[in-house]
C-alpha cells in the first residue's frame, strides 16, 4: 500500500503541489475523452476498471458501483493496515435484499462479524449514494443515529457528488479522525482517489502502468506501451427474416410471426 493511502495529512493540497509531474501527465491520459472509454487501467482479482468508469469519478460525474466498489475496497485495506477490522458490503449485493430477491442478509456477512469494529453497507438508490455503518453487532436494541447527529459532519451541496461523501463518511468515522474536508475539496478528492487507485492496483499481467514510479508507468509516460482494452463477449448472432413466415392461431386471433435464422458465424454485440 503506497504511503499516501496511510494518512489523512496533505489530501487538500493543490494538485499542482501534490501530483508528480509524470502521474499528472497519466492522470490527464486516463480521464482524456478523447480517448476509447473500454481501454482497461486497472485488473485486480475482481477489480476490472476503464478509462469510462474512472470518468465518473475523476471527472464531476455520478460515480459508478464500480468505482465505489474499488474506493471503500482500498478503504477497507487502508483501515486494517491501522489495525481495524472491518467489513464493507459490495454495492451490488443490498438489492438483492429486496423483493423479489429477498435474500437473507446475514448469509453474506462474514462469521466473525459480531467482533469486527464495524460493518459498512453502501446502498444506491436511483440518483443517490447513502451507506449504514454498524459498529459492534450485539443482540439487542440498537442506538440509531443519522447524519444530524453526527458533530461537524460536512454537508453536501452538489448533486452528483454523493458517491465521494460515501467513501469519505466511511473511512473518517471508522478511524475516529475530525472532518477536515468539505464540499469545496470535491474535485481535488475525485482525482486523489484516481491516483491512489492507479498507484496500489495493479493491470493483471502489466502491472501499475498508471503509477508513475513504477517501470510500467515510465514506460506509458514515454508511449512504449499499447493500450489493452475490454471487448464485449462473443454471443451467437441472430438475423431476423421475413423468409417462410408461418402463423399461430390464438382464440381465433391469427397472428404472423416472423421466423428466427441462426448465423452460422459470431459478431460481437
Known amino acids: 500500500m503506497a504511503d499516501r493511502t496511510q494518512t489523512l495529512s496533505g489530501m487538500k493540497q493543490t494538485e499542482t503541489d501534490r501530483d508528480h509531474p509524470e502521474q499528472q501527465q497519466l492522470l490527464g491520459y486516463i480521464l482524456d475523452d478523447k480517448h476509447p472509454e473500454n481501454e482497461i487501467i486497472i485488473k485486480d482479482c475482481n477489480t476490472c476498471l476503464t478509462r469510462g468508469n474512472f470518468q465518473t469519478l475523476g471527472l464531476r460525474k455520478d460515480m459508478d458501483s464500480e468505482m465505489g466498489n474499488a474506493c471503500l475496497r482500498l478503504v477497507q485495506e487502508i483501515l486494517q493496515i491501522q489495525g481495524k477490522s472491518i467489513h464493507v458490503v459490495d454495492l451490488y449485493i443490498p438489492p438483492t435484499w429486496l423483493p423479489t430477491s429477498n435474500c437473507n442478509p446475514a448469509e453474506g456477512l462474514p462469521v466473525n462479524s459480531q467482533n469486527m469494529d464495524a460493518i459498512v453497507i453502501p446502498l444506491w438508490v ?65 482525482r486523489w482517489w484516481c491516483v491512489v487507485l492507479v498507484e496500489n492496483l495493479h493491470l493483471e499481467g502489466h502491472g501499475r502502468r498508471f503509477a508513475h514510479f513504477t517501470k510500467e508507468g515510465k514506460q506509458m509516460v514515454n508511449g512504449c506501451l499499447s493500450p489493452i482494452f475490454r471487448l464485449k463477449r462473443k454471443r451467437p448472432c441472430t438475423e431476423v427474416t421475413n423468409q417462410r413466415p408461418w402463423t399461430m392461431t390464438n382464440q381465433a ?6 421466423q428466427l435464422t441462426q448465423l452460422n458465424h459470431e459478431c460481437l454485440l
Not at 386471433?253 to 416472423?258: G, R, Y
Open 253 to 258: 386471433k391469427t397472428t404472423e410471426i416472423v
Open 126 to 190: 436511483p440518483g443517490h449514494f447513502m451507506f449504514a455503518l454498524a459498529q459492534k453487532l450485539a443482540p439487542g436494541p440498537w442506538i440509531e443515529k443519522t447524519g444530524k447527529d453526527i458533530e461537524g459532519l460536512p454537508q453536501q451541496t452538489h448533486a452528483n457528488d454523493c458517491g465521494i461523501f460515501m467513501i469519505m463518511y466511511t473511512w473518517y468515522l471508522i478511524l475516529g479522525a475530525p472532518f477536515d474536508f468539505t464540499v469545496d475539496d470535491m474535485p481535488v478528492l475525485r
